[in-house]
């Protein structure tokens, strides 16, 4: 059995979050273990072992607004840029950023062209699907 319990419950950011972590052998004989790439390894923090997202529950209005569609023109592309808060890395080490998720409708036409009934019918119909960015390195320099 594996545990994680993140100790306090409450955390002040600029602190470090202590990550509590047990794993329990119900064997009778002993178990070993390499500690590389797991909870148990020092640099698992750097490692990307532990994911920590926001538990926060939006609720999304249904149907969504036609402000929330995105268009993208025909052998175009869409950028933005997202701005993450402060997060803690060491400088001089290298460190990834990767975006996951789902698409939740994708329709192959305009955003004018997209109706109020498949906005009305989300879920029902329309091309759903996971995204996965390739990696991306950087260096954390002052």
Same mark, same amino acid.
């Given at each position: ?38 909870? +148990? ?8 072992? +532990? ?79 996971? +995204? ?5 390195? +950087?260096?954390?320099?002052?």
């Amino acid at each position: 059995m594996f545990k994680i319990c993140p100790r306090p419950s409450l955390y002040r950011p600029l602190n470090p979050l202590p990550i509590n972590v047990a794993i329990h052998n119900p064997a009778n004989t002993p178990v070993t273990f390499l500690n590389r790439g797991t909870p +148990f390894d020092p640099r698992a923090n750097l490692l990307g072992i +532990f994911q920590i997202n926001d538990t926060i529950k939006i609720n999304c209005w249904l149907p969504p607004s036609r402000d929330d569609l995105v268009e993208i023109p025909a052998e175009s592309s869409k950028e933005q840029t997202v701005t993450i808060p402060w997060i803690p890395l060491e400088e001089g080490h290298e460190h990834t950023v990767e975006a996951k998720g789902i698409w939740h409708g994708i329709w192959a036409c305009t955003r004018d062209e997209v109706t109020n009934l498949q906005l009305e019918s989300l879920g029902e119909g329309e091309a759903r699907g996971k +995204f996965e960015s390739e990696r991306v390195v +950087f260096k954390v320099t002052r």
